[in-house]
């Protein structure tokens, strides 16, 4: 099945630093959604994207939906050791089936 | 309190004994929809329903069914599991399919297929 390109895989950064993650894929989407996986719990929703190159906040992170419409990227600013968890884009599949393509996820460790 | 739960949360099978994992959630929801994640494939979808009685397949539906009688319940059955179906399973519920409607994840069930 279709998959988008999520990088980093992981990532292991001091508490303070800004952290960056990007998807990419080969076909256009029309709404750009990031999730957040906490250890032992499902993926709930941080930010969705329904514009090309609309640029949204949600606190301390800001996301992009690409002008191609086959990217986004999510940044974190100033990150805190709650932030740790697995990050994961997902790209709502047109067609009307409700379904989401997944990013293979990025992990995130936060050293205080 | 809104929620999508699933039971059980950790599952041990052996290869062929029929199982289900049940999903429920209280939000009047007509869309639900399974996801398997598997490290370093993130989430697939498995199949999912638009409303009562309507279930389609995913991206991964072999070995799987579902059934949709009832708006809140949304059980998916291994009839014979095998062990390339250890997995985390995940249901998700909204509104309806797409759009603006957010999905809302269950807790996930961990299977293992021995």
């Known amino acids: 099945g279709q998959q988008l390109n999520q990088s980093p895989q992981s990532m292991f950064i001091q508490e303070g630093e800004d952290v960056s993650m990007n998807c990419t894929s080969s076909s256009i989407f029309n709404t750009w959604l990031w999730y957040k996986q906490d250890p032992g719990e499902g993926p709930v929703l941080l930010i969705a994207?329904?514009?090309?190159?609309e640029l949204t906040s949600n606190g301390r992170l800001t996301a992009q939906f690409g002008i191609t419409r086959k990217d986004s990227f999510l940044n974190i600013s100033a990150s805190i050791p709650s932030d740790v968890g697995i990050y994961f884009c997902a790209g709502l599949y047109s067609g009307n089936t409700g379904k989401l393509i997944f990013g293979q996820g990025t992990t995130l460790q936060v050293k205080p | 309190e809104a929620q999508v739960t699933q039971n059980p949360r950790y599952l041990i099978t052996v290869t062929g004994k029929k199982l289900t994992v049940t999903c429920s959630q209280n939000?009047?929801?007509?869309?639900m929809s399974w996801y398997r994640q598997d490290p370093g494939l993130g989430l697939r979808q498995i199949y999912y329903?638009?409303?009562?009685?309507?279930?389609d397949k995913g991206d991964v539906p072999e070995g799987y069914k579902v059934s949709r009688k009832e708006k809140r319940n949304f059980p998916l059955i291994l009839e014979s599991p095998s062990p390339n179906q250890t997995s985390l399973y995940f249901c998700?519920?909204?509104?309806?399919?797409?759009?603006?409607?957010?999905?809302?994840f269950g807790p996930g069930t961990r299977l293992t297929v021995l």
């Open positions: 994207l329904y514009k090309a190159g």
């Open positions: 329903s638009m409303n009562v009685e309507v279930t």
């Open positions: 998700a519920s909204s509104f309806k399919a797409g759009g603006v409607n957010e999905q809302f």
């Open positions: 939000m009047n929801h007509e869309y």
